[in-house]
């Protein structure tokens, strides 16, 4: 008896459908697996045009060069993160992902040095850790037009309790930050039937948002100045690490740089990208990242601020940042919503309430 041959019913999908499943994958290092599967994929893969980049860790410049430099995270998280320039690298991929540097062979001497990465599958696990930059990893997509890098950390070492996150907008240089910050974070409390609970500790004074004088005496300024020139720092150091990638894919509608704590975001849209590709950025002269304009800050700030889900924030506070050169831009009402929707929720809310509290403005000169 004489079988017929089994169809793969993936040859029978059009290339659209398969680009459209590989969009909804976007992950680089699944992309990466799913391009040894078949020629097929092979050929399609680089043709993706959203990707998702996972970082597995951040090596300094200073140690990317010592043999523990696979190990180089660990001891980063002990050290300044913002004190150096750090390299992002993918580390620990295994053999199929190792091959997406493959799959667009320029030359026979690229692909010669590609595949000398790869090693015995024995040996990578238990001796040897390959670094890919994101950079190297992205040369092989043509199409990119939704990219977001995800780093393993925020940058800014905080301590456990307070909450500090950020959100900043880049063209060749800063367009416009927002920070929300908080002493202390209070979860609602739950009763036994799953309901949430008010906070009541006494605390809540009502006032009409005004600083009290307390908080100029007591270290409470200052550690607002520290938390916003270290998210502007880390911005800065972002945005200077994306020129590379940012020249050489053109097709880039929308860059995200985010991290898994969710501290900080940078976000560049299509007309910010071009800007940066027709005028280059103007970098520190101190250290390796974007040089951060005059600014003008507008402040607010609550002692006690409850939240609508029962999360009470101690000293809250939320400050919105704009280069001085440019128009000063409503934060209530009108074009407002940058402030609030800088941030998910509960603290997208958080900062819809500050912003009706009195307004304190600050200005800041070019670091």
């Known amino acids: 008896m004489i079988y017929p041959e089994p169809i793969d019913h993936f040859d029978r999908l059009p290339d659209s459908i398969l680009l459209f499943i590989f969009n909804k994958i976007g992950d680089v290092k699944a992309l990466g697996r799913c391009s040894v599967v078949s020629r097929r994929f092979n050929s399609l893969v680089p043709e993706v045009d959203n990707v998702l980049v996972r970082v597995d860790c951040v090596i300094s410049d200073d140690e990317s060069s010592s043999p523990s430099s696979s190990s180089g995270y660990s001891s980063d998280k002990s050290r300044h993160p913002i004190s150096s320039l750090f390299r992002l690298v993918f580390s620990g991929l295994l053999k199929p992902f190792q091959s997406i540097t493959q799959f667009i062979s320029i030359s026979p001497r690229r692909a010669a ?60 240089t800063l367009d ?41 005496t007591n270290g409470g ?20 690490l994306l020129q590379p990638i940012i020249a050489e894919h053109k097709t880039l509608d929308s860059l995200v740089l985010t991290d898994a704590d969710g501290q900080g975001v940078l976000c560049m849209n299509k007309e910010q990208l071009e800007e940066l590709r027709v005028k280059p950025l103007s970098a520190s002269s101190a250290s390796k990242r974007t040089l951060v304009p005059a600014l003008n800050m507008r402040l607010w700030y609550a002692a ?36 609030a929707a800088a941030f998910k929720e509960p603290y997208g809310t958080a900062a819809r309430m500050l912003v009706k509290r009195r307004t304190y403005c600050l200005e800041m000169n070019s670091f």
């Open 176 to 216: 416009n930050c927002i920070i929300l910050g908080a002493s202390s974070v209070i979860q609602p409390l739950t009763s036994a039937s799953g309901c949430s609970l008010p906070n009541i500790d006494g605390n809540g004074e009502n006032d009409n948002g005004s600083i009290p004088d307390s908080f100029y």
């Open 304 to 339: 006690h601020l409850e939240l609508p889900d029962g999360t009470v924030l101690k000293g809250a506070t939320l400050v919105a940042i704009r280069p001085s050169e440019q128009p000063k831009k409503e934060v209530v009402g009108g074009d407002g919503n940058w402030v």
């Open 113 to 172: 040095s590609s595949s000398a990465a790869v090693v015995d599958g024995d040996d990578f696990e238990k001796n040897s850790v390959t670094h890919h930059s994101p950079t190297q990893v992205l040369k092989n997509f043509n199409e990119i037009k939704l990219l977001r890098i995800e780093l393993p950390s925020g940058e800014l070492g905080i301590d456990e309790g307070v909450l500090l996150k950020w959100r900043a907008d880049f063209g060749s």
């Open 221 to 240: 300024l200052k550690l607002r100045v520290v938390w916003t020139i270290s998210s502007l720092i880390a911005a800065s150091a972002r945005h200077y």
